[in-house]
């Protein structure tokens, strides 16, 4: 397993000498599930999935050819119809199809106008006595003027904020005109009750207007057009549109879903929702309820943005920040290890209640809730916007699990290493933050527990390595501080975009830490810098910052983590529970010699069994230490360059085996 050598610096964006591939070259090691579920909020489909070649339409012409076919049958002799004139408005060139016409398009198309058209024929006449002309006029619902089927009333340039009111068009059909044809004759009844039925269906529908999901769309250009790169990110249309109200967005999952606070940070927070009990939610159907279980908990990670200006302008996160993670989170999606993305929003205003209420119960019980109270307008002003990643549920973070057996550390570490290096390969990728609290663990057995490993669960495994034992599978997560190459998809001559942040504006390398555990993580920090502006990690004399240098690939930093992690993981371990003996029973000098028979038939089965045990985890143990050696900053092995390179020397060392990896 080769790795690829680093790239020159070059700014944000620079074009690969060395490999002219595109993403869909790009080989995935590893076996993972080939699709996130859909995001909560949005039910739409994902844009990718809908963006297809649309076909030059008229709408008058396709409005007219719909209306032509409307006809009143009757006994009379039938006569000769003529064609119906056309339109005033209508144009010979065919246009680009808009919101707006889509909008038409779909109302000619609504099961109420198949109704209409279908209630003005008769089954039972065979010929015509008369001919009916409708007038369509497409009015603007501000101006009530008739709207111009030509290229100047469809702007596809337009803000979705501004387009959303142009798809307010209405599709009025006038008071129909009968011209009577020289056999006219009274209507009869039953042609009277269908036309008084056809019309007490248009007044329905004009009095119950259609539900629309936008309404919680904020109308802000300014605003919308200082995300739009957040926006842009987007994979539904509703999420992609424009910066919705933080109430609403939330309203469309509140009686289905409870919230709660899961961790918090210098860049936000993280909430979790989880399907409520049948006791406390709604009775839905059958396959919204299917739906909502296959989507799952999911985690939202909710990240104050910063202001374009005055308030708020010099705090919280930028918009080039949020991109860059993004885009990262679902460049990554498909390598085995890493975090599954699910949709970006952008909101504005304050904290929901069901929001709120978890953020005031993380504070009443947790002891490390250091933001500012939401509903805080000091802190947070009511034109507040916030960028909501929305992700899979990982599982739990690694700071808050307690470990004790050494088939746990083996997975969680080997499964980080193995991540790394498969990003390492398909994206030349650095996390450069990879504490404790950025590794998330989750259970893979049926019932999701999570203790250690039983002497017969070791036994049923069929692991060559030792890998796997523990049933622990590791998830990488937050990239905000990450660095990597984005080949450009829909450029074929392979130009990367090198998504990064510039670490020196963090403040993260001069912080000393008060216990043991934060003056190693602090002293990790130091030694990245270290190793990218030195190549040597133990040179932590501060040097002077230089710009741009934080874009560059230096892959060994992956390795000073890999090197803290497993420090902590052994180090931190709680000491393994010893299974307990049962106690002596008392028997009678009759039955000793026939309890003593007895064990002895069990001791051959079970004395081998413990034996072969403490073998394999002081086997585990041993190469762990070895781990510790090759990675060690200033004796460890000089070929140790990147993940990839201790991963390929597991390999070789039989410490991991091909299945593990592939």
């Known amino acids: 397993m080769s790795t690829r050598s680093p790239s020159p610096f070059s700014g944000h964006a620079t074009m690969e000498s060395n490999s002219k591939k595109s993403v869909a070259q790009r080989r995935v090691y590893g076996k993972r599930r080939a699709n996130a579920p859909r995001a909560v909020f949005d039910g739409s489909p994902a844009r990718e999935a809908t963006s297809k070649k649309f076909v030059n ?150 009095k119950v207007p259609a539900s629309r ?126 975090a599954r993305f699910r949709e970006i929003h952008v909101v504005q205003g304050r904290f929901p209640e069901s929001f709120q209420n978890a953020w005031d119960h993380y504070k009443k019980t947790k002891n490390d809730c250091m933001n500012p109270n939401p509903s805080n307008k000091r802190a947070y002003p009511d034109t507040q916007l916030w960028a909501v990643i929305e992700m899979d549920d990982a599982g739990c973070e690694l700071e808050k699990f307690t470990w004790s057996s050494i088939f746990q550390i ?16 398909y994206a030349m990728f650095e996390h450069r933050d990879l504490h404790l609290g950025n590794v998330c663990i989750r259970s893979t057995r049926e019932d999701g527990c999570m203790d250690p490993p039983t002497e017969h669960d070791v036994a049923r495994q069929c692991s060559s390595s030792g890998f796997g034992i523990s049933a622990l599978e590791t998830t990488i997560i937050d990239y905000s501080l990450s660095r990597a190459d984005l080949l450009l998809s829909d450029d074929p001559s392979g130009l990367t975009e090198i998504a990064s942040s510039d670490l020196d504006k963090k403040q993260l390398f001069d912080a000393i830490g008060e216990d043991e555990d934060e003056i190693m993580q602090r002293n990790t920090y130091r030694y990245m810098r270290a190793t990218l502006y030195s190549g040597n990690p133990t040179e932590t004399e501060k040097l002077p910052d230089i710009p741009g240098i934080w874009a560059e690939y230096s892959p060994r930093t992956n390795l000073v983590w890999l090197l803290f992690l497993l420090q902590s993981l052994l180090k931190n371990r709680k000491p393994e529970a010893q299974p307990q003996r049962k106690a002596l029973a008392p028997c009678s000098p009759n039955t000793k010699t026939l309890k003593s028979t007895g064990d002895s038939l069990k001791a051959p089965k079970t004395k081998p069994l413990q034996g072969g045990i403490s073998r394999l985890k002081n086997t585990l143990e041993d190469r762990l230490k070895s781990v510790l050696e090759l990675l060690d900053l200033e004796t460890g092995h000089e070929d140790m360059c990147c993940a990839a390179d201790l991963v390929a020397y597991a390999m070789d060392s039989q410490w991991l085996g091909e299945e593990d990896f592939f």
């Open 57 to 206: 339409v008229d709408p008058v012409k396709s409005i007219q050819t719909k209306l032509a076919e409307v006809t009143i049958d009757d006994m009379t002799p039938q006569e000769e119809v003529s064609e119906p004139p056309k339109c005033e408005d209508e144009e010979e060139e065919s246009i680009e199809p808009t919101s707006q016409q889509s909008s038409l398009s779909s109302a000619v198309d609504s099961p109420d106008t198949e109704a209409t058209e279908s209630s003005v024929k008769s089954s039972s006449g065979k010929t015509k006595r008369t001919q009916t002309m409708m007038e369509v006029r497409i009015y603007n619902k501000s101006s009530k003027e008739p709207l111009e089927a030509t290229a100047e009333a469809t702007d596809t340039n337009s803000e979705p904020s501004t387009t959303s009111e142009a798809t307010d068009a209405l599709f009025e059909p006038t008071q129909s005109t009968t011209e009577p044809l020289s056999t006219a004759q009274d209507p009869t009844d039953e042609d009277q009750e269908k036309l008084n039925a056809l019309e007490k269906r248009r007044a329905v529908r004009k």
């Open 213 to 338: 999901r936008s309404s919680g769309v904020v109308h802000d250009n300014k605003a919308s057009e200082y995300v739009r790169p957040i926006l842009n990110e987007a994979l539904s249309p509703i999420a992609a549109q424009s910066i919705q109200k933080f109430g609403s967005w939330a309203s469309r999952s509140a009686n289905m879903f409870d919230v709660a606070k899961l961790a918090e940070g210098s860049y936000g927070e993280v909430y979790k929702l989880h399907l409520r009990d049948e006791a406390f939610r709604p009775v839905v159907s059958k396959s919204k309820l299917a739906k909502l279980k296959s989507y799952g908990d999911g985690v939202f990670k909710v990240v104050p943005l910063r202001a374009k200006s005055g308030p708020g302008s010099k705090k919280f996160t930028s918009i080039e920040e949020i991109v860059s993670e993004v885009k990262m989170l679902k460049y990554l999606d498909p390598v085995p290890g890493f």
């Open 410 to 425: 083996y997975d969680i570490f080997w499964g980080v290493a193995m991540a790394l290096a498969r990003a390492e390969e």
